[in-house]
């Protein structure tokens, strides 16, 4: 693909109703996350949730078949838009971001799903929630390949297996420091 981004999907599920106090520091977490994902290097677009302020959403927000009624209608889930590999994986595991991650146990349920899924896309298209999420569910039934993948197993744009270059992974994150504490 030329002029391709890479779609990142990321899925959990609460332990209990996400208006639970239990979750606080989840909701507490939240609106940081998104900004620093905003701001951070390679960051290109997400899409927002219907009846919330922020951006559009990419079409009608579904779960994949993993998903959990709580009795609430909601679980965390986001759908976005990169430039590359490093760029996605820097944010994923620094700043607000990071610190969030290392609290999710106490917040959302252990997975026996990918928490997240990666593919490329067209330059002109943007990936709606359905797509996301059928991406995210071929991940989990088919293991990485070119179509969904992770981190740990990833592909370049062109279909072939690449290694992340974790020296770009270290400055990308070291830019986005130095951003947020501008």
């Not at 990666?118 to 179509?147: C, F, S, T, Y």
């Given at each position: 693909m030329t002029g391709s981004r890479l779609a990142l999907y990321t899925f959990g599920i609460f332990k209990g109703l996400a208006s639970d106090p239990a979750n606080q520091g989840f909701h507490d977490r939240n609106d940081a996350a998104f900004a620093a994902a905003e701001a951070a290097d390679g960051f290109i677009a997400r899409s927002g949730y219907v009846d919330e302020p922020g951006p559009p959403s990419w079409g009608v927000q579904v779960y994949p078949r993993f998903y959990v009624e709580r009795g609430d209608g909601w679980s965390p889930s986001t759908v976005s838009l990169w430039t590359d590999l490093e760029s996605a994986l820097a944010f994923s595991y620094s700043g607000p971001h990071a610190a969030a991650l290392k609290h999710g146990h106490k917040w959302?349920?252990?997975?026996?799903?990918?928490?997240?899924?990666?593919?490329?896309?067209?330059?002109?298209?943007?990936?709606?929630?359905?797509?996301?999420?059928?991406?995210?569910?071929?991940?989990?039934?088919?293991?990485?390949?070119?179509?969904?993948?992770?981190?740990?197993?990833?592909?370049?744009?062109?279909?072939?297996?690449?290694?992340?270059?974790?020296?770009?992974?270290?400055?990308?994150?070291?830019?986005?420091?130095?951003?947020s504490i501008a």
């Open positions: 959302l349920v252990r997975p026996e799903w990918p928490p997240y899924a990666l593919w490329w896309v067209d330059a002109a298209h943007i990936p709606d929630w359905a797509e996301a999420v059928a991406r995210h569910e071929h991940l989990a039934d088919h293991g990485p390949r070119p179509h969904a993948f992770d981190f740990k197993a990833p592909f370049d744009s062109q279909g072939q297996s690449v290694s992340i270059d974790r020296e770009r992974v270290k400055r990308i994150a070291a830019i986005n420091q130095a951003r």
